[in-house]
């Protein structure tokens, strides 16, 4: 798996340049059978990432530009009547044709466009006129934010959030980077020298290689005592739900599988905490100054990491 998933980073490499770190995380969400929000200013690459990871991996792409006037039936389909046969026949939207669904600027659609994605991307099924039709599998949505120009846009409801595996950011290039883009962009298009070096079947095998990472109980209640511990503290209004503390345990299992092991350790937990919980967790008005990632900072610190215990206990039987 390790050797596959290194052919796929590195031909989006070819078009995302110093930024891996991100890459490996999207592949990661991937491999959990998640969904993901890159929230960025604008022309840092989130559509040329998600374009570039389609066709290294074969998947049916499709790309969404929200506006106010998408309608949900753009997303999910609907049905038209057919004078020859007298029955309502089937149309497909963007959701039935997509393995991987790209929704630019998802915060500029209207709230029931918005809602259209809520079955796809938790039942992974649309449903139209009480008809169900099921998604393509592997199935994944990104969909991009841009945090500045918010003229027309709207916050994401939290519910919406919650569906979200990740939330993740690009951020500039550095100095190398930069000259390498501009380099390499002068006279080509680096999309066109990205090749597919992994099939849709590979990637379906994979995502059930995740599911059967071994989760000890110790990291289980870790988990656990994480999320409890974000509902409780002073600070928090919404701590962790447990949706998000199952999504924590498959992002971390996805980590194990990058790393090459079929074991999660507690700090595949803490290295994939804030990606996958960040935006779940609500402050309460009066203390907003403290931050989310500080919060969950203090957590980790204050939560008894169970590598440290199974540490502890090797060498006191050593």
Do not use: W
């Not at 530009?65 to 046969?85: A, C, E, H, I, N």
């Not at 994979?206 to 870790?222: P, S």
């Not at 937990?269 to 009066?286: P, Y």
Request: contains cysteine; proline residues 3%.
């Amino acid at each position: 798996m390790q050797t596959q998933l290194e052919s796929v980073l590195r031909e989006v490499e070819k078009v995302i340049v110093g930024k891996r770190a991100v890459i490996e995380k999207i592949l990661m969400a991937l491999l959990a059978e998640g969904h993901v929000l890159l929230e960025d200013v604008p022309g840092v690459g989130k559509t040329t990432l998600a374009v570039a990871l389609s066709r290294a991996m074969d998947l049916r792409f499709q790309r969404v530009q929200f506006t106010p006037d998408v309608l949900p039936s753009d997303l999910t389909g609907f049905s038209m009547y057919d004078k020859r046969s007298g029955d309502f026949l089937y149309r497909s939207g963007a959701l039935i044709r997509a393995n991987l669904l790209l929704g630019d600027e998802i915060n500029r659609a209207p709230s029931k466009t918005q809602s259209a994605l809520l079955e796809a991307m938790e039942e992974r099924q649309v449903t139209v006129d009480g008809e169900t039709h099921p998604l393509e599998n592997p199935f994944m949505v990104i969909a991009t934010e841009n945090n500045v120009g918010t003229a027309g846009t709207q916050s994401l409801p939290f519910a919406e959030l919650d569906r979200f595996l990740v939330r993740l950011s690009l951020g500039y290039p550095d100095y190398e980077a930069q000259m390498t883009m501009l380099r390499d962009r002068r006279t080509e298009n680096p999309l066109d020298s990205v090749a597919c070096v992994m099939a849709r079947d590979e990637l379906i095998a994979m995502q059930r290689e995740t599911r059967n990472v071994t989760v000890r109980d110790a990291i289980l209640d870790y988990i656990t005592r994480l999320s409890m511990a974000s509902r409780e503290h002073k600070a928090v209004q919404v701590g962790i739900s447990p949706r998000g503390a199952l999504f924590l345990s498959r992002m971390s299992a996805a980590r194990a599988c990058l790393e090459g092991r079929d074991y999660v350790t507690g700090g595949d937990v803490q290295a994939v905490l804030k990606d996958v919980c960040a935006h779940r967790v609500l402050l309460k008005e009066n203390v907003r100054e403290a931050g989310v990632e500080q919060v969950l900072d203090e957590l980790v610190k204050t939560t008894d990491n169970p590598d440290r215990r199974h540490l502890f206990q090797g060498m006191k039987n050593a």
